[in-house]
């Protein structure tokens, strides 16, 4: 095996490096503390990358990029499964002065 595909094996740890917020996220069923702008860019990085390893033959990429892209999808799922609403405010009609 050449050392560009262990090495492009190895990467799976990215998506490993998003299981505990996966793994809090499902235990609270709380996504209170999940950026969604990240999670959306990890998402389309995910997916880009998995192109690219398709388009290059390049299977090490495409497989730990998949899992990485499969583990992003997860959270998206758990971050609007348990996405807390905000209370609504309803005004008064009084202004309250201080």
Same mark, same amino acid.
Request: net charge positive; charged share 15%; aromatic share 16%.
């Given at each position: 095996?050449?050392?560009?595909?262990?090495?492009?094996?190895?990467?799976?740890?990215?998506?490993?490096?998003?299981?505990?917020?996966?793994?809090? &996220?499902? %235990?609270?069923?709380?996504?209170?503390?999940?950026?969604?702008?990240?999670?959306? *860019?990890?998402?389309?990085? $995910?997916? @880009?990358?998995?192109?690219?390893?398709? &388009?290059? %033959?390049?299977?090490?990429?495409?497989?730990?990029?998949?899992?990485?892209?499969? *583990?992003?999808?997860?959270? $998206?799922? @758990?971050?609007?499964?348990?996405?807390?609403?905000?209370?609504?405010?309803?005004?008064?009609?009084?202004?309250?002065?201080?």
């Amino acid at each position: 095996m050449e050392q560009a595909t262990i090495i492009g094996i190895v990467s799976i740890w990215t998506g490993i490096s998003l299981l505990p917020q996966l793994i809090k &996220i499902n %235990q609270d069923k709380n996504s209170e503390d999940v950026s969604l702008s990240m999670l959306s *860019v990890f998402f389309i990085g $995910f997916g @880009l990358f998995i192109y690219y390893g398709y &388009i290059q %033959q390049e299977w090490a990429i495409v497989v730990s990029n998949t899992f990485s892209w499969m *583990v992003s999808v997860a959270i $998206f799922v @758990l971050y609007f499964k348990y996405k807390q609403k905000k209370a609504e405010v309803k005004p008064s009609g009084r202004l309250t002065r201080f």
